[in-house]
């Protein structure tokens, strides 16, 4: 049986199709397996022995259309249902399934602070869609897979090369973000070192952090690749992170994981940690939160105390324990 499964975007959102793509392959007899994405998010997918081959959204919907005709699947799991899929499983005209999104209710519990959405995970809501195949959760964790032999010793000096705690600083929007002074006050009660993650867009924060607080903190912010920084995640003693990609591709190495949540929450979009034994999900209840489904660039309000406010203790002693 030919599968394609389609999730376009985005980061976190494409993590979580992996336990799914696995279960369709190792259950559903004789599967071939094809994964259709953007380009910009083909290394989720790089490496990934339960993808028989991975197709990658061309210039044209047309084109991207065409390849499809071509391979001549038996079945589409549409895992994204956005305009885009909905003409492709109209023109193609194979037989699919599609993950259900809920817009209304997700919009009702943002606007009016309602519980409309049960707190299931996402894996669980996208394996609704591969029922029909007879698919059910395997209970194992996401799949990532490094892509190149790295060395601690070539990325990390000396000091924290035995031991440290990964922080991820970085996040796409601005609430999802610990303020920088709350970040030093974090760390500074940490017993181990600590390497900084993030791209170039959190450099200068990270810089700031490293400044205040000395050889105890390695800024590895924007001079890490992607796969390094998975690497240096997959080696951590624990890790601490925002609502960001890499705090989700975390999740598969199955490490101490500090969630911090500010002006998002997990369980409206079924993103808290996935299969992770030891977890803390930080973040406060709040009147005015969540704020937005996906982040902000400011406070709406202004004070931000989503983030400002939160406690430091649990988050120290987990870490520290």
């Not at 397996?33 to 991975?54: E, G, Q, R, S």
């Not at 606007?111 to 959760?137: E, Q, S, W």
């Not at 964790?141 to 440290?164: C, F, G, N, T």
């Not at 970040?183 to 924060?205: F, H, Q, T, W, Y």
């Amino acid at each position: 049986m030919k599968i394609l499964v389609i999730r376009f975007s985005s980061m976190g959102d494409i993590i979580y199709t992996t336990p799914v793509v696995r279960c369709i392959k190792k259950q559903v007899p004789n599967a071939e397996v094809h994964f259709l994405t953007k380009p910009a998010f083909k290394y989720i997918y790089d490496n990934n022995p339960y993808v028989d081959k991975l197709l990658l959204l061309k210039a044209t919907l047309t084109e991207t259309i065409d390849e499809i005709k071509a391979e001549r699947y038996d079945c589409i799991v549409d895992l994204h249902n956005n305009l885009r899929t909905a003409i492709i499983k109209l023109r193609t005209g194979i037989p699919s399934s599609t993950y259900k999104k809920q817009p209304i209710k997700k919009w009702l519990s943002l606007k009016f602070k309602l519980k409309l959405i049960a707190p299931t995970h996402l894996v669980d809501r996208y394996l609704v869609a591969a029922k029909p195949l007879g698919v059910v959760n395997d209970g194992q964790p996401i799949d990532y897979y490094v892509k190149a032999e790295h060395q601690l010793s070539k990325l990390l000096p000396p000091s924290h090369q035995k031991r440290y705690t990964a922080f991820i600083i970085g996040a796409t929007h601005f609430t999802k973000r610990m303020p920088n002074e709350k970040i030093i006050s974090l760390c500074r009660e940490l017993k181990i070192p600590i390497v900084l993650l993030g791209g170039n867009d959190v450099k200068a924060n990270g810089d700031v952090i490293a400044t205040a607080l000395g050889d105890v903190v390695y800024n590895a912010c924007g001079i890490t690749s992607l796969d390094e920084s998975v690497f240096l995640v997959s080696k951590a003693e624990s890790i601490i992170g925002f609502d960001t990609g890499l705090t989700h591709i975390a999740e598969a190495f199955n490490r101490p994981i500090v969630s911090v949540w500010g002006g998002t929450v997990p369980e409206l979009l079924g993103v808290q940690p996935y299969m992770v034994k030891d977890v803390l999900v930080a973040g406060i209840d709040l009147n005015c939160r969540p704020c937005s489904k996906f982040g902000l660039e400011k406070c709406p309000l202004g004070h931000f105390k989503c983030m400002n406010d939160m406690p430091l203790d649990g988050i120290i002693d987990f870490v520290n324990k």
